[in-house]
């Protein structure tokens, strides 16, 4: 009877340490964290931005007074948010040492302030001809390569939306490792040394 018991004993002890075991929240360091976390650290920067055209065309016999190229301009804000392209992200653990390779900070996309484009935005020189769609989608295109090549060529917004990144980062790992007990060691590498 004595041995019952123990074996019984025993036996709820492990249930018990198993149930315990079973309702901890493990945490651990994981790359897909890690992407989102790099994508809340974009930079959004406000660019005022132009789109014109001064398109030579034929003109008509009848419009021998009118000047032959379609003259205008289209004023209006873009926000172009810049980061780090999340899917270059890379992560190795090994011991306590986390290596995380960080990408360059690119242009993520850019868009048109909607708020900021209406009727008074549209300019037209009222001696040339009035541009068509065609005209005026293609001028825009083209501003909007302008900007994206604008904050390209920017090093501080590009340096600043890597360091965003690379806080965020940092603050995750040691987040993790205060729950975890384990004091982590975080290592960079900058694809861009490597070339």
């Given at each position: 009877?004595?041995?019952?018991?123990?074996?019984?004993?025993?036996l709820?002890?492990?249930?018990?340490?198993?149930?315990q075991?079973?309702?901890?929240?493990?945490?651990s360091?994981?790359?897909?964290?890690?992407?989102?976390?790099?994508?809340?650290?974009?930079?959004?920067?406000?660019?005022?931005?132009?789109?014109?055209?001064d398109?030579?065309?034929?003109?008509?016999?009848?419009?021998?007074w009118?000047?032959?190229?379609?003259?205008?301009?289209?004023?209006?804000?873009?926000?172009?948010?810049?980061?780090?392209?999340?899917?270059?992200?890379?992560m190795?653990?090994?011991?306590?040492?986390?290596?995380?390779?960080l990408?360059?900070?690119i242009?993520?996309d850019?868009?048109?302030?909607s708020?900021?484009?209406?009727?008074?935005?549209?300019?037209?020189?009222?001696?040339t001809?009035?541009?068509?769609a065609?005209?005026?989608?293609?001028?825009?295109?083209?501003?909007?390569?302008?900007?994206i090549?604008?904050?390209?060529?920017?090093?501080?917004l590009?340096?600043?939306?890597?360091?965003?990144?690379?806080?965020?980062?940092?603050?995750?790992?040691?987040t993790?490792?205060?729950?975890?007990?384990?004091?982590?060691?975080?290592?960079?590498?900058?694809?861009?040394?490597?070339?």
């Amino acid at each position: 009877m004595k041995k019952k018991l123990m074996i019984l004993l025993g036996l709820s002890l492990l249930l018990l340490g198993g149930c315990q075991q079973f309702g901890r929240i493990e945490k651990s360091i994981e790359i897909k964290e890690m992407r989102a976390i790099t994508e809340l650290a974009t930079v959004e920067c406000y660019f005022h931005n132009v789109a014109k055209s001064d398109e030579e065309t034929d003109k008509a016999w009848f419009e021998f007074w009118k000047s032959a190229n379609i003259r205008f301009w289209i004023e209006y804000d873009g926000i172009v948010r810049i980061g780090i392209d999340a899917s270059e992200l890379k992560m190795e653990i090994k011991d306590n040492v986390v290596t995380i390779t960080l990408p360059q900070a690119i242009v993520l996309d850019a868009k048109v302030n909607s708020a900021t484009l209406n009727e008074d935005s549209f300019y037209y020189d009222a001696r040339t001809k009035k541009p068509d769609a065609r005209q005026q989608t293609e001028a825009f295109k083209q501003a909007q390569q302008s900007m994206i090549n604008a904050a390209n060529s920017n090093k501080t917004l590009l340096t600043n939306a890597r360091d965003n990144a690379k806080e965020l980062l940092t603050n995750y790992v040691k987040t993790i490792g205060e729950a975890t007990g384990v004091e982590y060691v975080i290592e960079w590498i900058y694809p861009e040394d490597s070339q």
